[in-house]
C-alpha cells in the first residue's frame, strides 16, 4: 500500500512543479521542491544529522583576519592642490 502512495504523492508534486514552473519561474519551482523535499524527507534529514559523528576542534583557533581602517591617517589631503583640477558641476 505504500508504493502506490508513494508514486502518487511523486506525480502530484511533478504536476505541481511542472506548474509553478510554468506561471512563476524557475526560482519559485526551486524553492518549492526544497519545501516540498524538507516536508516529506526531514524525519530522515533531522536522523542523519543527529547521528552523525562530532568531531573535537583540535588546536588553537586561527585569528581572525581585521581591515583596515578606512580613514586616511598619512596627512595626504585627497584636494588637488591645482584649481583646474577641481570639477564643477557645470562643467559635467
Known amino acids: 500500500m505504500k508504493q502506490p502512495v508513494q508514486r502518487y504523492l511523486a506525480g502530484l508534486i511533478a504536476f505541481a512543479a511542472t506548474v509553478t514552473l510554468i506561471t512563476q519561474g524557475v ?4 524553492i518549492a521542491l526544497a519545501v516540498c ?22 588546536g588553537p ?16 589631503q585627497l584636494v588637488p592642490d591645482e584649481p583646474s583640477l577641481i570639477l564643477t558641476p557645470a562643467e559635467f
Request: hydrophobic share 35%; net charge positive.
Open 61 to 76: 583557533r586561527p585569528e581572525r583576519m581585521r581591515a583596515r581602517s578606512l580613514v586616511v591617517e598619512s596627512g595626504h
Open 37 to 58: 523535499g524538507a516536508v516529506v524527507y526531514g524525519d530522515r534529514i533531522v536522523a542523519a544529522w543527529s547521528q552523525r559523528p562530532r568531531r573535537p576542534r583540535s
Open 27 to 30: 526560482t519559485t519551482t526551486l
